[in-house]
């Protein structure tokens, strides 16, 4: 697991459970129920700097490759 979130994107459903092995730099995906139910929300949070950059570039339109 270790060397997977340091070199790779990692889904996991209860990062929670990870403890102290949860990593600092993360980017979190929080999907709740929507209006009707067939939709979902979709809420990224960031905790680190680099998370962030990437949020607010998202938010401007502005992510290049």
Known sequence: ????????IC???WPA???AMAPADALHLTLTP???DEVRQL???ATSPRWAGFL????QGSLAA
């Open 1 to 8: 697991l270790t060397d997977a979130l340091g070199q790779a």
């Open 11 to 13: 889904l996991i459903e």
């Open 17 to 19: 459970l990870l403890g």
């Open 34 to 36: 929507g209006p009707v």
């Open 43 to 45: 809420r990224l949070s």
């Open 56 to 59: 607010h570039r998202l938010k």
